[in-house]
């Protein structure tokens, strides 16, 4: 008899509990699952330090008058440097971190509603289960009574 009512009571809690009164009742007691969170992503990019030269031998670079000619660009520098055996150029990267940060707010928890369009079959099931969760509810019921009575 105990199982019976057992099972009876764990069968009306879940029965009579909707995904909508648990959620709402979710949302209540514990509302910060609900707020917004905000993630801050950072990406760190490190350049390595590169150098690198080629000797370009023409003829009629030997005869210009420039020695060196040197650029800096911030973190690079590139440098063109006359030599007997004709025109060095050396270009160098100093090593480097890029770094981007970026700052986004993301919903704890995602509530769809979505539309849901009730087949012809889906209503007979959901009508035939209130119809057993009836019937039972009142075989239980009779059933309670005449032991009641016998007892």
């Not at 801050?40 to 000797?55: A, F, G, H, N, V």
């Not at 039972?136 to 019921?141: D, K, V």
């Amino acid at each position: 008899m105990r199982k019976l009512l057992f099972i009876a009571f764990i069968s009306g809690v879940l029965i009579a509990c909707s995904p909508a009164r648990r959620l709402a009742r979710l949302q209540y007691t514990h509302p910060e699952l609900f707020s917004d969170t905000a993630l801050t992503l950072r990406i760190d990019t490190i350049l390595p330090s590169e150098k690198t030269d080629t000797l370009i031998q023409w003829q009629w670079l030997r005869d210009t008058v420039v020695q060196t000619v040197t650029v800096n660009a911030g973190h690079a520098r590139a440098t063109l440097d006359k030599t007997p055996q004709g025109l060095r150029l050396t270009a160098e990267q100093i090593r480097d971190t890029i770094t981007l940060t970026r700052a986004y707010t993301v919903p704890r928890v995602i509530i769809k509603n979505l539309p849901r369009e009730e087949t012809a079959a889906q209503a007979f099931f959901r009508r035939l289960g209130i119809a057993v969760t009836i019937a039972g509810g009142l075989l239980l019921a009779l059933y309670v009574a005449i032991r009641a009575l016998k007892g």
